[in-house]
């Protein structure tokens, strides 16, 4: 039903193949357009997304729920809710599984 496909990457130029496993799994999951950049040209893209060269991320102080130290987390902790250190939050995620 697929056969290899060579197309050319949108923002390289080059070549690349697009492979029948690939196509059917662009098929599998209902996707209707071939991909326009090649593997490399994706990952740079996807790398630039998700913080190459992004600030660090903002840090609030907390002190642990369960064990009382003091920490740093990602989000701004809200009054009466519980927040956990990394430590904590691993263990209770664990014994939850």
Do not use: I, W
């Not at 990952?43 to 660090?56: D, E, H, K, V």
């Not at 609030?60 to 902790?77: D, H, K, L, S």
């Amino acid at each position: 039903m697929f056969e290899d496909k060579v197309l050319v990457c949108q923002d390289c130029g080059q070549e690349f193949v697009f492979t029948t496993g690939e196509q059917e799994f662009y098929h599998e999951k209902g996707f209707e357009n071939e991909p326009k950049r090649c593997r490399d040209c994706r990952s740079q893209r996807r790398t630039g997304r998700t913080g190459g060269n992004r600030a660090p991320r903002e840090m609030f102080p907390a002190t642990c729920a369960r064990c009382g130290v003091e920490t740093q987390v990602p989000f701004n902790p809200v009054a009466g809710r519980p927040v956990y250190c990394n430590h904590c939050f691993q263990e209770m995620k664990e014994s939850a599984m």
